[in-house]
């Protein structure tokens, strides 16, 4: 099968499946948001501080509240068919520029751990599958099993607390630092200055689940008959290891990849809070709080085709791995 | 024969060109240091507009006022000080209230600014501010016979209204910008145009808001600052941080450290504790019972419940000794606040004692009754967690609720599925505002937050709030409110803790950031570094 072939067959699975999986994400999530007790207009009305029931109703005519339960999908549905995400009452914005705002900076973060996450968990598992039974495998995996069941959040603040606080090697929080007009490498410099701790603080739980994975997958394909054979033909160890067992191991390593995309979405909410990171995670959180629907919607919706997207490009990159696989 | 040696004299003339130099050049100096610089300042929770024109909530309180000014500044004693009025005169009968405008105003967009701007912000407060339907309810109309003097016209008096001209409450926003658009969807509601001492720049959702010196403001040769970044830091111990590695300069009440941080924030170098409460805003914490539950009912139940909270071991406990109690439900800050009320004692063998005799003896587990516990999540869970205890040591199962604000906001006041609660409702700037809403039994609502929550009913009370209402005699005025706290404290529909504390941290080179009774509600006009 040819490259551009599988492309596009994938391409074209993915786009059968993309259209009810979404559909059945947004339909879902609306009627779950429905039984959550208080509106948009509660709201906003008790964050006054102060309401009349006269401005409470006209809030609610506002929000499109008083219209009944299935009009409103409908209406919405209507706005998704002609790629209208609607707009935010509480923000006066269309919902897409409020996540296309913010969208970018929580792409950067989300590539960025994962990205340091696979690097680091599949270099740590190398090393343990390497040395399996010896120190360096102990010691690792000790070290696997504290970041698995460490809460991000706490890891953030302390990792804020030893390098931004104590040492001031690195700010607390925010992604640039504003006001300073920075351009160019300059700028570049600055928001990866930014990008670390947040990143670092994602990728913990990951890093742990990727070095296992790797790790066990690496000594399964080390006792296949064609490792064997390569060891009888004199190839060194290290070619061994990395062109054989390891890209094999890669497999099941790239598929919990990006199951977990979606995980690190989630994951992102927490970590956004933690250093203020202005992401689409604390959107979603403020949202809810604030009962803004068509926000949250709007953010449901766009993650649930990041995971499609991100499983179809793992698909792809399965078939280059390891041409055996074919894309039915 | 030789000259005898010259005395020299001391060049007196050089010596004093020499001290006038050194002095101008040191006024200079000083002058220089106060110019320039770039205040970093943390504010939660984020607000969806940056006018607390139609609604106060999140920070637009702190932030409006940098931008957007109002009539009348206050002092420490709420009496009233120029700001965009510089001159103001209330009729005997106070129907009539003449403000004479400051001239050369102009707003950021370059236009002047009038008096039929105030005219149309007072109006469109009346329509659409949560509080100015309220404070500006007996306004008829806003006569303006020329660009510099404006005269609010009223059909009943509202001895209140002169101190609700602050520009965190009525905002006076520019007319062309506004007038002819839907108040609730204008763009300049996140763009603020105004005649503050700060120009928006930008607000980037989800990080900061920029404000830049208005080069143009009335009062020269103020602003000192150059620009005021807004950062929205939404964790507690992230802002904590970020005061603590100086990326923070400043950060006050809720946008500023837990309560448990304070003692460690004051023994670090470079950075103070403003520990100061505004009069303005009036915190005030509180407990409400739901008088329509069946065992709330009884007076000496309510009493019993009182007895058995100690409200000095709260203030040591839950507000780490930073708050000030006050028995009634005007706090003590207020000059209508009545301190011959006592609270009721703390006696729990008494509570327990009342509860048998009301009929709520020991089952066998120990348990008296069972009460729900809701409290309102600007409340800290430690409040509630008090009460529970407290109430547990006289045999009372308080069972705390936890809910996030909105939830807390439909339970609390349209489900109204509670027996005591526990509530932040401030005293806002006058009685007649803050505390009125609770106690008149005509603000009971269903579905209206902060109303009436223990429906309480009293026609005293109403009597004597709806005169305190229109009273333009002052002394009188206040007689009535002290009349109301001993009515009240009579009922006992409530447990008035008082104040919460409002700890400010500020960076010690950050100067004069609070120097009237708004306290952080102010226009930052006054701000400025000193260099160390």
């Known amino acids: 099968m040819t490259t551009l072939s599988r492309v596009g067959h994938t391409l074209q699975r993915t786009a059968w499946q ?21 509106d948009a207009a509660d709201v906003i009305a008790a964050e006054s501080g102060s309401a009349t029931a006269e401005t409470m109703a006209q809030l609610r005519t506002h929000f499109g509240l008083d219209l009944p339960l299935l009009d409103r999908l409908l209406a919405y549905l209507n706005n998704l068919a002609h790629f209208h995400l609607g707009t935010s009452p509480r923000h006066n914005q269309p919902v897409l520029d409020l996540i296309g705002g913010r969208l970018g900076s929580t792409l950067l973060l989300m590539v960025t751990a994962l990205g340091m996450a696979l690097a680091v968990g599949v270099l740590l598992g190398t090393i343990m599958a390497t040395w399996v039974g010896q120190w360096q495998d102990r010691v690792l995996s000790v070290l696997a099993l504290l970041l698995y069941s460490t809460p991000g959040f706490w890891l953030g603040l302390m990792a804020i607390v030893l390098f931004s606080v104590k040492l001031g090697w690195l700010p607390t929080g925010g992604n640039l630092t504003i006001g300073a007009g920075l351009t160019g490498w300059a700028l570049v410099k600055d928001a990866a200055r930014h990008l670390v701790l947040p990143a670092l603080a994602m990728a913990g739980f990951f890093v742990a689940i990727f070095s296992r994975l790797t790790r066990a997958a690496m000594l399964e394909v080390s006792h296949q008959d064609f490792v064997r054979t390569a060891t009888a033909k004199g190839l060194s160890p290290a070619a061994i290891t990395l062109r054989h067992v390891l890209r094999n191991a890669l497999i099941p390593v790239t598929t919990v990849a990006g199951m977990h995309f979606g995980t690190l979405l989630g994951g992102a909410i927490v970590v956004e809070s933690v250093f203020s990171w202005p992401g689409l995670g604390r959107l979603a959180l403020e949202s809810v709080l604030a009962r803004d629907y068509s926000v949250l919607l709007g953010i449901l919706l766009l993650s649930s085709l990041l995971v499609i997207v991100a499983n179809m490009l793992v698909d792809l990159l399965h078939a280059w791995l390891d041409p055996r696989i074919q894309v039915r | 024969m030789s000259r005898p040696p010259q005395r020299t004299a001391l060049p007196w003339k050089s010596i004093a060109v020499l001290l006038g130099l050194a002095g101008l050049t040191s006024l200079s100096a000083m002058a220089q240091a106060r110019h320039g610089g770039t205040l970093n300042w943390a504010v939660n929770p984020v607000p969806s507009s940056l006018v607390p024109l139609t609604t106060t909530a999140g920070g637009n309180t702190e932030i409006g006022p940098k931008v957007v000014e109002g009539l009348l500044t206050y002092d420490w004693n709420l009496a009233p000080k120029p700001q965009l009025a510089t001159a103001w005169a209330v009729s005997k009968d106070g129907l009539q209230y003449t403000f004479t405008l400051r001239k050369g105003v102009k707003w950021h967009d370059g236009k002047d600014f009038t008096s039929a701007d105030v005219a149309y912000s007072i109006q469109t407060l009346k329509q659409v501010h949560p509080r100015g339907r309220g404070s500006f309810a007996n306004v008829t109309e806003v006569k303006t016979p020329d660009a510099h003097t404006a005269v609010v016209v009223l059909s009943k008096p509202s001895p209140f209204l002169l101190t609700a001209l602050s520009a965190a409450e009525s905002p006076i926003v520019p007319k062309n910008l506004y007038d002819g658009t839907d108040v609730n969807t204008n763009k300049y509601n996140s763009a603020p145009v105004g005649t503050g001492p700060f120009v928006f720049k930008e607000w980037v959702q989800g990080s900061h808001v920029l404000l830049e010196r208005n080069p143009n403001y009335w009062d020269k040769p103020k602003p000192y600052l150059d620009k005021i970044v807004v950062r929205f830091i939404t964790d507690g111990v992230a802002r904590a941080a970020g005061l603590e590695s100086g990326s923070i300069d400043l950060g006050s009440g809720s946008s500023g450290i837990p309560l448990s941080d304070v003692e460690r924030f004051k023994k670090l170098p470079g950075i103070e504790i403003d520990t100061r409460i ?51 439900p005007i706090g003590a800050h207020s000059r209508y606040h009545d301190a011959s009320v006592q609270r009721i004692a703390f006696n729990p063998k008494a509570a327990e004692a009342a509860l048998d005799a009301a009929g709520f003896k020991k089952d066998a587990s120990g348990t008296r009754l069972k009460l729900r516990v809701l409290y309102n999540p600007f409340v800290e869970r430690r409040s509630a967690d008090f009460i529970r205890q407290s109430l547990g040591r006289i045999g009372i199962d308080a069972a705390v609720e936890t809910y996030d604000f909105a939830t807390y906001v439909k339970k609390a006041y349209t489900d109204r599925e509670w027996d005591i609660t526990a509530e932040s409702l401030t005293n806002i700037f006058d009685p007649s505002v803050g505390v009125q809403r609770i106690f008149w039994s005509k603000n009971f609502k269903i579905g209206l937050p902060f109303s009436n929550a223990p429906h309480y009913s009293n026609p005293e009370v109403d009597r004597l709030l709806e005169a305190a209402a229109v009273e333009v005699d002052e002394p009188k005025r206040r007689q009535l409110f002290f009349d109301f706290q001993k009515a009240v404290a009579a009922d006992i529909p409530s447990i008035e803790f008082g104040a919460n504390p409002n700890i400010t941290v500020v960076a010690k080179k950050v100067r004069d950031y609070a120097p009237t009774g708004e306290h952080i509600r102010g226009t930052f006009a006054d701000l400025y570094f000193a260099t160390p």
Do not use: C, M
Request: charged content about 10%.
């Open chain 1, 18 to 38: 993309a259209v009810p999986t979404v559909l059945g994400v947004v339909v879902l999530n609306f009627f779950l948001l429905q039984l959550v007790p208080g």
């Open chain 2, 278 to 328: 505004s009069p303005y805003v009036g915190n005030h914490q509180q407990v409400y019972f739901n008088l329509d539950t069946p065992a709330l009912k009884n007076i000496e139940v309510r009493r019993a419940i009182s007895q058995a909270i100690d409200a000095n071991a709260y203030n040591n406990t839950v507000w780490y000794g930073f708050g000030k109690l006050s028995a009634t």
